[in-house]
Nanobody, 123 residues
Framework: QVQLVESGGGLVQAGASLRLSCTVS????????IGWFRQAPGKERKFVGA???????VWEDSVKGRFDISRDNSNHTVYLHMHNLKHEDTAVYYC?????????????????WGQGTQVTVSA
């Protein structure tokens, strides 16, 4: 069974950087599409970005240029690097996996999800 565990969240000031980790077991990340989503208080969960197994990365517009994704296949971990954080980036961040390469921004296409990690950015 595929399991995902996020870590690295915390409380930071606006303008700071933070790195989230998503450690995957049960399936090689090199053959999976790993997506990052976030859910702000009182709002629906939304797509942030995804790395397709080919290495191609897809971004939501509001984080493009500030966030990056990298993979460490040997440690089965995908990282979300967040820079110049803003108060509006405050949310619970989730990683998820799927086997496809289309519709990577669609929550419903992901089979497995982590439990989430809280990121709070003070204004």
């Amino acid at each position: 069974q595929v399991q995902l565990v996020e870590s690295g969240g915390g409380l930071v000031q606006a303008g700071a950087s933070l790195r989230l980790s998503c450690t995957v077991s049960g399936r090689a990340i090199g053959s999976s599409t790993i997506g990052w989503f976030r859910q702000a208080p009182g709002k629906e969960r939304k797509f942030v970005g995804a790395v397709i197994w080919t290495g191609y990365i897809v971004w939501e517009d509001s984080v493009k240029g500030r966030f990056d994704i990298s993979r460490d296949n040997s440690n089965h971990t995908v990282y979300l690097h967040m820079h110049n954080l803003k108060h509006e980036d405050t949310a619970v961040y989730y990683c998820a996996s799927q086997e496809g390469i289309v519709g990577v921004a669609k929550e419903s296409l992901y089979n497995y999800w982590g439990q989430g990690t809280q990121v709070t950015v003070s204004a």
